[in-house]
């Protein structure tokens, strides 16, 4: 954790001088100059003054530095193929137990049955699709959404004349073994 770095980065984002964090908070820039070299550490109630003067909430200067938003770019995304139909699978993000990826099914394709722990929510970008779950089946464009219980069996199907993607979440609790 580097609250002194973080301190500093948003302070010279919004052009703030020690100066006006000093006359802002109260402290003096022999402190602020420490913390922000992480030579002290600061109390909360310090941290707390310092967070409100910044405009930001406290616990983002508590954050580590992989707990902090995380960028992929377009020319970045990891590329993966599934299904005996090979799908084209781009990954686009996932913090914690969530992902999401855009999964590309040809004409005709299918994913196959699957079945796992956790939830996922689909969006239709392009084409169209038959979802089904158990005795569920529904017809989806572009536009319509769905989501469900990824522990009950279910497969989507490209009925439709071009490649439908399709954006999906998925959500799958982290239990401690598998940060381990």
Same mark, same amino acid.
């Given at each position: 954790?580097?609250?002194?770095?973080?301190?500093?980065?948003?302070?010279?984002?919004?052009?703030?001088?020690?100066?006006?964090?000093?006359?802002?908070?109260?402290?003096?820039?022999?402190?602020?100059?420490?913390?922000?070299?992480?030579?002290?550490?600061?109390?909360?109630?310090?941290?707390?003054?310092?967070?409100?003067?910044?405009?930001?909430?406290?616990?983002?200067?508590?954050?580590?530095?992989?707990?902090?938003?995380?960028?992929?770019?377009?020319?970045?995304?990891?590329?993966?193929?599934?299904?005996?139909?090979?799908?084209?699978?781009?990954?686009?993000?996932?913090?914690?137990?969530?992902?999401?990826?855009?999964?590309?099914?040809?004409?005709?394709?299918?994913?196959?049955?699957?079945?796992?722990? @956790? /939830? *996922?929510?689909?969006? #239709? &970008?392009?084409?169209?699709?038959?979802?089904?779950?158990? $005795? =569920?089946?529904?017809?989806?464009?572009?536009?319509?959404?769905?989501?469900?219980?990824?522990?009950?069996?279910?497969?989507?199907?490209?009925? @439709? /004349? *071009?490649?439908?993607? #399709? &954006?999906?979440?998925?959500?799958?609790?982290?239990?401690? $073994? =598998?940060?381990?």
């Amino acid at each position: 954790m580097d609250i002194g770095a973080s301190i500093r980065a948003i302070r010279k984002q919004r052009k703030i001088t020690i100066s006006q964090l000093c006359e802002g908070t109260g402290l003096s820039k022999g402190f602020i100059s420490n913390v922000e070299n992480n030579k002290t550490s600061p109390s909360i109630a310090t941290l707390e003054s310092i967070a409100t003067f910044l405009n930001v909430p406290l616990p983002y200067l508590l954050l580590k530095n992989e707990q902090r938003m995380h960028v992929v770019r377009k020319d970045e995304r990891q590329q993966t193929t599934s299904g005996s139909d090979n799908l084209k699978v781009e990954h686009l993000s996932a913090k914690g137990g969530l992902r999401m990826m855009i999964c590309e099914v040809p004409p005709g394709a299918t994913t196959g049955t699957n079945m796992h722990a @956790g /939830e *996922e929510c689909h969006f #239709v &970008l392009k084409g169209k699709i038959v979802a089904e779950q158990a $005795e =569920d089946m529904e017809v989806l464009e572009a536009g319509d959404s769905f989501s469900w219980n990824a522990s009950v069996p279910h497969k989507v199907t490209n009925t @439709g /004349e *071009e490649s439908a993607l #399709v &954006l999906i979440s998925v959500y799958k609790d982290i239990s401690f $073994e =598998d940060i381990q």
